[in-house]
T-cell receptor, first 109, second 113 residues
Framework: GQNIDQPTEMTATEGAIVQINCTYQTSGFNGLFWYQQHAGEAPTFLSYNVLDGLEEKGRFSSFLSRSKGYSYLLLKELQMKDSASYLCAVKDSNYQLIWGAGTKLIIKP | DAEITQSPRHKITETGRQVTLACHQTWNHNNMFWYRQDLGHGLRLIHYSYGVQDTNKGEVSDGYSVSRSNTEDLPLTLESAASSQTSVYFC????????????FGPGTRLTVL
């Protein structure tokens, strides 16, 4: 079966750095997405990786290793507004998105 | 500005009733999707469409149907609502580009009593 694993919850301190991991086992791979979802709101797109390596976008970076079936989202200079759930999703061989259950990130002052 | 809207935002219904959730996008996207989101689960795909008159079943399509008569709208119908269909429903749309990020509507919270 297809599986996306992420930690359920993480806690970090304002101003610090946090890394949210995602491991996947899917039938094929056509890209990996990270989305942010604030409580009670819709998911919004953060990043996309299809080749191995690091993609940087301001305070957020996303890394992919296809051989290891592994990605992480790195958030730097954490702000209180970064408190949200972070969803990892993989596009499989049918070009359908398979979603992880999400990681709830709690930021403490 | 382009957007994707859903209505109603909240709905309470009774078991056995037919319910239709509306989704309307002004992005002019070909692809549209319906998901449900439940605690402890990732987003699960119900139905999707790649264009007018095209509809496809997703992972959890039993008890749901969709129709696509124009580019902008993909209504989701629960034929006979069941308590197991209590959930938050999200509609999304995307382009045909390689980085086909999905744009999500605000969601509909459905409670089936």
């Amino acid at each position: 079966g297809q599986n996306i694993d992420q930690p359920t919850e993480m806690t970090a301190t304002e101003g610090a750095i946090v890394q949210i991991n995602c491991t996947y086992q899917t039938s094929g791979f056509n890209g990996l997405f990270w989305y942010q979802q604030h409580a009670g709101e819709a998911p919004t797109f953060l990043s996309y990786n299809v080749l191995d390596g690091l993609e940087e976008k301001g305070r957020f970076s996303s890394f992919l290793s296809r051989s290891k079936g592994y990605s992480y989202l790195l958030l730097k200079e954490l702000q209180m507004k970064d408190s949200a759930s972070y969803l990892c999703a993989v596009k499989d061989s049918n070009y359908q998105l398979i979603w992880g259950a999400g990681t709830k990130l709690i930021i403490k002052p | 500005d382009a957007e994707i809207t859903q209505s109603p935002r909240h709905k309470i219904t009774e078991t056995g009733r037919q319910v239709t959730l509306a989704c309307h996008q002004t992005w002019n996207h070909n692809n549209m999707f319906w998901y449900r989101q439940d605690l402890g689960h990732g987003l699960r795909l119900i139905h999707y469409s790649y264009g007018v008159q095209d509809t496809n079943k997703g992972e959890v399509s039993d008890g749901y149907s969709v129709s696509r008569s124009n580019t902008e709208d993909l209504p989701l119908t629960l034929e006979s609502a069941a308590s197991s269909q209590t959930s938050v429903y999200f509609c999304a749309s995307s382009t045909l580009a390689e980085v086909d990020e999905q744009f999500f509507g605000p969601g509909t919270r459905l409670t089936v009593l």
